[in-house]
């Protein structure tokens, strides 16, 4: 209703006041036209990209946190046997799950996947004061 309004306003004015609204609504219409593009592109590049990406399954953190899912408690050989780990690999699987702070010692020489801990389980504070004796 407010368009056809419009339309017969802008139809029944004088070509200057015609000229005068074209030439302000121009700038806001070239705005408006570019954000629609830009909108476009990014829908094209969102629609053409992936936005999750899988894992490497190389990477051994990952072969051996699926292993301890399936399998809690088993012993660093064990693990090792499973992944058909060559010695070097076994010597980096000594490394990980004695530093990565997903895997945690359950038992005498069995390892499972620990919780993930919050900054303030892993990280020193800044505030504590020891107390004086």
Request: hydrophobic content about 40%.
């Amino acid at each position: 209703m407010l368009a056809s309004g419009i339309g017969a306003y802008l139809l029944l004015a004088s070509p200057t006041r015609r000229q005068g609204v074209a030439d302000g609504i121009g700038p806001v219409v070239g705005r408006l036209n570019a954000n629609i593009k830009l909108g476009n592109l990014a829908h094209r590049a969102l629609m053409d990209g992936r936005l999750v990406f899988t894992p490497d399954p190389s990477r051994l953190e990952l072969r051996v946190a699926s292993y301890l899912v399936r399998h809690p408690d088993a012993s660093m050989r064990a693990i090792g046997d499973a992944l058909h780990l060559s010695t070097t690999a076994r010597r980096q699987l000594a490394r990980v799950l004695r530093s990565h702070p997903s895997f945690e010692l359950v038992s005498r020489y069995g390892w499972s996947i620990g919780r993930i801990r919050t900054a303030l389980a892993t990280e020193p504070s800044t505030s504590w004061q020891p107390q004086s004796a």
